[in-house]
């Protein structure tokens, strides 16, 4: 199986083409964002169903499975992800489990507090902890938004702009409780996008990527990860 994984696409998807990729996977901020306003969150709507579904349907012959970020608003209103036409290869996971050819997925948007206007930001820890506890063990495939926070690595610290560690520790701890074996995030644009491995409480190891697309400046600066299993 040909896996195909990237991230924070925010509505940009020149040159993305996951051509003879058997499963493609984008660990959230999928769509444009031009403002907080009730028109702009419906332009999202709008964005979902005019482009990226037909880009969708382009690769028909692929598993595409998405989580939301903190930018897909609309992603959060019941009544208007009721409103996003899914091309028939394509689901979006929210706090969700799927299987695709053997493979386990789950996928969660959630990420720590920003300044409260985001998509699924939580506003406690204690919140971050129990959406990440229900994150079933061994997955094979994990797909977060929110990269996770580990010392001395930097898969969470935007090189770009020098900040501090801005990943989860409650994510972590999920990590290393529940074991899966490969997690795909975003969030922090330039975070390191090396493979990262941790070694969980039993000895296992998981590699992490953040695969983010996007530079902090929104212009493309990273290619998908694409990894063979």
């Known amino acids: 199986m040909k896996v195909f994984a990237t991230s924070d696409l925010h509505g940009n998807l020149d040159r993305l083409d996951p051509k003879d990729c058997d499963l493609i996977l984008i660990a959230g901020d999928v769509a444009p964002l031009d403002g907080f306003s009730d028109e702009d969150v419906r332009r999202q709507v ?28 609309f992603a959060e209103k019941p009544d208007l992800l009721a409103k996003v036409r899914w091309a028939k290869n394509t689901r979006m996971l929210i706090d969700e489990e799927d299987e695709v ?9 959630w990420v720590p507090k920003i300044n409260g206007r985001w998509a699924f930001e939580s506003k406690y820890r204690e919140q971050l ?52 074996r490969f997690v795909f995030c975003g969030h922090i ?21 953040n695969v983010s697309r996007l530079n ?14």
């Open 129 to 180: 902890g129990e959406k990440f506890a229900a994150i079933p063990m061994r997955e094979d495939i994990l797909l977060t938004h929110t990269p996770p926070r580990i010392r001395h690595k930097k898969i969470d610290v935007s090189i770009e702009r020098n900040t501090p560690h801005l990943g989860s520790l409650e994510l972590t701890d999920a990590i290393l409780a529940r074991e899966p």
């Open 101 to 109: 050819m053997g493979l386990s997925i789950y996928g969660t948007p």
């Open 46 to 73: 709008a964005w979902m169903n005019d482009v990226f579904a037909p880009w969708c349907e382009k690769y028909a012959g692929s598993a595409i499975r998405l989580i939301p970020g903190n930018h897909d608003l």
């Open 216 to 229: 902090e400046d929104y212009r493309i600066c990273y290619e998908p990860f694409i990894l063979e299993l």
């Open 189 to 209: 644009h330039t975070g390191d996008h090396n493979p990262l491995v941790v070694t969980n409480h039993d000895g296992s190891e998981t590699i992490a990527w």
